[in-house]
């Protein structure tokens, strides 16, 4: 019934900027807590950030101050803006709807010079 889609993932320079976006299918969107997780090689899946319905944010420390978790329930439609990247964030980024077994395909990230 939900289906989630993730993108605008790519390649970028050490502090350099990237926003990803993740589009849902179905009617449940605006009632789900949306979350960004990622994970590394050889790492396990990691929360990022997770944004209420009601608007509400939380981060994870080695993010604060430069990602943003945003949300659009209009376009069914939630967002990370990524600054100031560095190499250690490179990993695929998930999202995740319910927080609940609800995940996209994931896109990569790579913060490489």
């Known amino acids: 019934q939900v289906r989630l889609v993730e993108s605008g993932g790519g390649l970028v320079q050490p502090g350099g900027s990237l926003r990803l976006s993740c589009v849902a299918s179905?009617?449940?969107?605006?009632?789900?807590?949306m979350g960004w997780y990622r994970q590394a090689p050889g790492k396990q899946r990691e929360l990022v950030a997770e944004?209420?319905?009601?608007?509400?944010?939380t981060y994870a420390d080695s993010v604060k101050g430069r990602f943003t978790i945003s949300r659009d329930n209009a376009k069914n439609t939630a967002y990370l803006l990524m600054n100031s990247l560095k190499p250690e964030d490179t990993a695929v980024y998930y999202c995740?709807?319910?927080?609940?077994?609800?995940w996209g395909q994931g896109t990569q990230v790579t913060v490489s010079s």
């Open positions: 995740n709807g319910g927080r609940r077994e609800l």
């Open positions: 179905g009617n449940i969107f605006k009632i789900y807590t």
């Open positions: 944004i209420t319905p009601g608007g509400s944010t």
